[in-house]
Nanobody, 120 residues
Framework: QVQLVESGGGLVQPGGSLRLSCAASGSIFRGYAMGWSRQAPGKQRELVATITSGGRTNYADSVKGRFAISKDNANNTVYLQMNSLKPEDTAVYYC??????????????WGQGTQVTVSS
């Protein structure tokens, strides 16, 4: 059974930082691309960061230079370090996994989501 469990969301002031974690079941972690998406109220889900099984990363323009995705193969965990947070980063953040990077946006493997709120 595939499981993705996110943690680390919360309330942070503008300009602050948060680190999200996603623990993945071992059967998918090593061979799959991993990603982080977000969905704000009334908006479509946006894929913000991906990392391939080989460690290559990619970012949406909206977060480039502020967010960093990484993974710990020993602990089957992928992270999203979020710096210089802005109110428009407020959303529910979802971890995902896909056997191919190109199919990340419509994969069947998603976590339950974690809320990030950026507000003073």
């Amino acid at each position: 059974q595939v499981q993705l469990v996110e943690s680390g969301g919360g309330l942070v002031q503008p300009g602050g930082s948060l680190r999200l974690s996603c623990a993945a079941s071992g059967s998918i972690f090593r061979g799959y691309a991993m990603g982080w998406s977000r969905q704000a109220p009334g908006k479509q889900r946006e894929l913000v960061a991906t990392i391939t099984s080989g460690g290559r990363t990619n970012y949406a323009d909206s977060v480039k230079g502020r967010f960093a995705i990484s993974k710990d193969n020993a602990n089957n965990t992928v992270y999203l370090q979020m710096n210089s947070l802005k109110p428009e980063d407020t959303a529910v953040y979802y971890c995902s996994a896909s056997p191919q990077l190109a199919t990340m946006s419509y994969t069947n493997y998603w976590g339950q989501g974690t809320q990030v709120t950026v507000s003073s």
